[in-house]
């Protein structure tokens, strides 16, 4: 007898053993539906009709409190939502519709709480944003602090009642197209002030700014994107000289066009034409790979560059090169600089400025040369203007961004 009750418990640990195993499993497996997830990156694959959602596999936690989320893609209407969620949360809910959810909507910047109408809490976001979401270690018990973030700063906080352990990342999507990038193990710490003031700084090293804007080091097209007159032009305060002959921009989000272009013009430069196209310009274009050179023909030059690329222009000085004036350029005659002349340009059929076709502005000859991620792709004598090349950078289509430095090398 007692060697059968001994076998009886024996069976019984066995089972007990298999079932906390199956819960386990259950509790670290993701949950998704009319999503499909490709590494890090999760797409929506519904009708539009339906929500798609996604829940992690473990909850945040005190060493693990944060996560972030990179649209890659609004889709038709940009219904991604980010937030926090019971474990067997219902996957045709959007989260934060439901109770002991929220979430940070990206098409309203709403907050939403448990409840299907959301309150007003932060901008709205869009392609290239990222969204983040964590919990503070300073909550009371009980209480649980959760804040949002949206490229890197703070958008606001709210206090739920729950603990972090009984809270998932998740993400919502409602729309055809919608495609972000996960980060599970993103880490969270909020920009210093002194850092803030170091990145302001650098819109001082911009002379020229049209239809973009600058935030620290990175540039955004803020044009309408619309036709061939709706470039953004940035150029830089001072020209290249031998001291400071090269600069880069690396291309952190490519817009709808990857539209754009990377080169050297003179300091009257139109203020609406993409560097290469007129007269006193040189540029490598991103979308095609082309080297447009005084002309609104490019020629083929190296290969196309697009998102996470980084492109570079720079010039190769005489021995005996010097500059009159040094780097003082901001003291220069600008009447002593010829007013812009432009070639004729098929892009430009209906513009009523353009202008008889003519070679660059003479002057001595200088190599410039471009690379793409560290190689140089080409090279090309030109003549150096009146008053020498400023760093010039183009872009034309909605959402292109691009990351600056202007003196990556010197020498």
Same mark, same amino acid.
């Given at each position: ?274 560097? =290469?196209?007129?007269? $006193? ?6 979308? @095609?790979?082309? +080297?447009?050179? !005084?002309?609104? #023909?490019? *020629? ?7 998102? =996470?690329?980084?492109? $570079? ?6 021995? @005996?090169?010097? +500059?009159?004036? !040094?780097?003082? #350029?901001? *003291? ?25 076709? !003519? ?53």
């Amino acid at each position: 007898m007692d060697d059968i009750n001994l076998h009886y418990r024996f069976l019984n640990w066995r089972r007990r053993i298999r079932e906390i195993r199956e819960v386990r499993a259950v509790r670290y497996r993701e949950r998704l539906k009319r999503m499909l997830r490709d590494g890090d990156v999760l797409r929506y694959h519904g009708n539009s009709d339906e929500v798609g959602c996604f829940v992690a596999a473990r909850p945040l936690s005190r060493r693990n409190r944060y996560f972030e989320v990179t649209i890659i893609d609004t889709g038709v209407r940009g219904m991604i939502a980010v937030g926090l969620v019971p474990q067997l949360y219902k996957l045709d809910h959007q989260p934060g519709w439901l109770p002991h959810s929220v979430a940070f909507h990206a098409d309203d910047g709403k907050l939403y709480n448990g409840n299907t109408v959301g309150q007003q809490f932060g901008p709205k976001c869009c392609r290239g944003d990222r969204i983040g979401c964590g919990v503070s270690l300073d909550s009371d018990d009980g209480q649980l602090t959760v804040f949002f973030t949206k490229n890197g700063k703070e958008v606001g906080s709210v206090d739920i009642p729950a603990s972090p352990d009984a809270l998932f990342p998740a993400v919502g999507m409602h729309s055809l197209g919608e495609e972000v990038l996960l980060d599970l193990n993103a880490e969270w710490g909020p920009e210093e002030d002194d850092g803030q003031m170091i990145v302001d700084s650098h819109e001082e090293d911009w002379g020229r700014l049209h239809d973009i804007k600058v935030t620290g080091t990175l540039l955004e097209y803020v044009g309408k994107g619309k036709s061939i007159v709706d470039v953004g032009l940035a150029q830089a305060r001072r020209p290249l000289n031998t001291r400071f002959h090269y600069y880069e921009l690396e291309i952190t989000d490519a817009g709808e066009k990857c539209y754009i272009a990377l080169g050297l013009a003179r300091r009257d430069y139109p203020k609406n034409r993409h560097p =290469g196209w007129s007269r $006193g310009s040189i540029a490598y274009h991103a979308d @095609d790979g082309k +080297l447009f050179q !005084g002309s609104g #023909v490019g *020629d083929a030059f190296g290969p196309r560059c697009f998102e =996470g690329d980084i492109m $570079g222009c720079g010039i190769m000085f005489p021995r @005996d090169y010097s +500059l009159d004036g !040094g780097d003082d #350029v901001d *003291d220069w005659d600008l009447d002593v600089i010829p007013k812009p002349s432009e070639v004729q340009n098929d892009l430009y059929a209906n513009n009523e400025d353009e202008e008889d076709e !003519g070679e660059d502005l003479e002057g001595r000859k200088v190599t410039v040369f471009f690379t793409r991620n560290g190689k140089v792709v080409g090279r090309r004598d030109v003549a150096l203007p009146v008053g020498g090349w400023y760093p010039t950078i183009g872009m034309m289509s909605t959402g292109e961004k691009v990351r600056v430095d202007l003196h990556p090398l010197s020498g």
